[in-house]
């Protein structure tokens, strides 16, 4: 079976190369196709995430389809793909149409901010496959096209996310007593501007937090920019309470911190959905809140009861680690649906009375 994997690669410690190398760990050849060497800088980059113009786009788009005319792969996998374009997903099909195309998005093209995704709303049609973490994505994509579309949950990667033994350096560098990890959003800061007026100590690592209007409140709290690979590993295993909020911009329920968080051992608490509660016993694996008021209820709580905090976490640890929620586990779930869906057809019948199940090709 051979892949190409088309996708963010500029880093070793980012979920997207996670992902690829975890199918090369598992034996398919890969062909990799770096979105990120065609990302443009200044003005033009400006222009070409709001408005899917520039010369990189166009580049991207004559590249990814010389790679796959000389490689001729199985299946073309495009994780985020939102610059290529519905015209080449056309000429692929025409110029390999042994060859399926699937994608997949841990981003929401139907949410709140929907800047820079023009171009793929334009392309899902033309995708042999979406893989969604949104059950009201699959009607918003057939809306507008789509033939098979499937929901997936997030995962974490179990050589990255666990957790770390920190020296007496490290622990005075990343402990603190309740931290967050992640990009500002209103209603994330309004939160921890809460906690903080009532008298919590925080620790904020992340982008864009000096954008909020009560920066000058919260960043004496701010520790850092964004945080990947072995570095937030440490950051999560050494903060006694790890908080985690989700992006109201994606209508999430679930995203990968959710798993990764209780991976590195670190006890989380969360905001309450349907999702997490089906991943994670509440109050036994993780603890979750709905408002601000319970969340610094339950923050002040696990403050005072450190024995309870540590024996959720590790329970949330053993969950994570026992239930599939590692990136083996959820890809070989996604390429059993592209089996199921995509390679193995129903052939023509031999005879009138029988039927024969044959393979255009197999990735087991």
């Given amino acids: 079976m051979r892949i190409l994997y088309a996708g963010e690669l500029s880093s070793v410690e980012i ?11 598992m034996g398919y050849e890969i062909i990799p196709f770096d979105f990120f060497a065609y990302q443009a800088k200044g003005l033009e980059g400006k222009l070409q ?20 005319a000389q490689t001729r792969p199985d299946l073309i996998w495009i994780d985020k793909g939102i610059y290529v374009k519905d015209t080449t997903l056309i000429q692929l099909k025409k110029a390999l149409p042994t060859t399926y195309i699937t994608h997949l998005v841990p981003d929401d093209p139907f949410g709140y901010n929907r800047k820079g995704w ?48 920190l020296s007496a350096e490290e622990y005075v560098k990343y402990h603190a007593k309740v ?22 100590e925080i620790a904020i690592w992340g982008k864009y937090w000096d954008r909020y209007k009560y920066w000058h409140e919260l960043k004496p709290f701010y520790k850092g920019y964004e945080l990947h690979g072995t570095e937030y590993a440490k950051v999560l295993s050494g903060m006694e309470i790890v908080l985690h909020f989700l992006r109201k911009a994606n209508r999430d329920a ?23 509660l ?22 002040q709580y696990y403050q005072q009861h ?24 959820r890809l070989t779930q996604l390429l059993g649906t592209i089996q199921r869906e995509l390679f193995v057809t129903v052939a023509t019948p031999t005879t009138k009375t029988d039927t024969v199940l044959t393979t255009k090709s197999s990735i087991s």
């Avoid at 931290?179 to 919590?200: H, P, S, W």
């Fill in 49 to 68: 995430f709001h408005f899917g113009w520039g010369r990189n786009i166009n580049k991207l788009n004559r590249d990814l389809q010389l790679l796959a």
């Fill in 15 to 25: 979920n997207c190369y996670l992902r690829m190398r975890t199918l090369q760990q």
């Fill in 179 to 200: 931290g967050f990890i992640g990009t500002c959003e209103t209603q994330r800061a309004d939160m921890l501007r809460y906690l903080v007026k009532n008298g919590v």
């Fill in 118 to 165: 023009g171009i793929f709303h334009k392309a899902i049609r033309y995708y042999d496959l979406h893989f969604v973490k949104r059950p009201h994505n699959i009607a918003e994509y057939k809306a507008v096209g789509a033939t098979k579309v499937f929901e997936y949950d997030h995962s974490y990667d179990p050589t990255v996310h666990q957790p770390v033994q």
């Fill in 254 to 276: 679930q995203d990968s911190r959710t798993f990764e968080i209780p991976a590195c051992g670190a006890f989380m608490l969360a905001e309450r959905t349907y999702k997490h």
């Fill in 306 to 329: 450190p024995e309870e905090r540590i024996d959720i976490a590790k329970a949330g640890y053993l969950r994570s680690l026992h239930s599939g929620y590692d990136h083996r586990s």
């Fill in 278 to 299: 089906e991943f994670f016993a509440e109050d036994k694996e993780a603890v979750f809140f709905d408002t601000k008021e319970e969340l610094l209820a339950k923050v």
